[in-house]
């Protein structure tokens, strides 16, 4: 059974840095795409990065280019969203998800596993 835990949330003011963490277990981690995907309070969960199992292809939303890096580190079974810049639009709960393929998606279908979610919480 795949599962995904995130960790790395907390409160930070406008301007600062934060690094969540998803550390996965269940199957074989670096055949499969990651995703990152945040839900504001009262609007629809959106996508935010994702990155290939192997190619370390990435694609990130326009609201978070330049400011946040999606990697991996299949050893560790871990995927990474290093945030620069966080502005008070990002607040939200974070979540890491995969599913069954190995290119990057950024549709919520695409995505069959979802972890608990961690919240961010940027002041301004």
């Known amino acids: 059974q795949v599962q995904l835990v995130e960790s790395g949330g907390g409160l930070v003011q406008a301007g600062g840095s934060l690094r969540l963490s998803c550390a996965a277990s269940?199957?074989?981690?670096?055949?499969?795409?990651m995703a990152w995907f945040r839900q504001a309070p009262g609007k629809e969960r959106e996508f935010v990065a994702a990155?290939?199992?192997?190619?370390?292809?990435?694609y990130y939303a326009d609201s978070v280019k330049g400011r946040f890096t999606i990697s991996r580190d299949n050893a560790k079974n871990t995927v990474y969203l290093q945030m620069i810049g966080l502005k008070p639009e990002d607040t939200a709960v974070y979540y890491c998800?995969?599913?069954?393929?190995?290119?990057?998606?950024?549709?919520?279908?695409?995505?069959?596993?979802w972890g608990q979610g961690t919240q961010v919480t940027v002041s301004s």
């Open positions: 998800a995969t599913g069954g393929n190995s290119w990057p998606r950024k549709a919520r279908f695409d995505y069959d596993y």
């Open positions: 990155i290939s199992g192997t190619e370390r292809i990435t």
């Open positions: 269940g199957r074989t981690f670096a055949n499969y795409a």
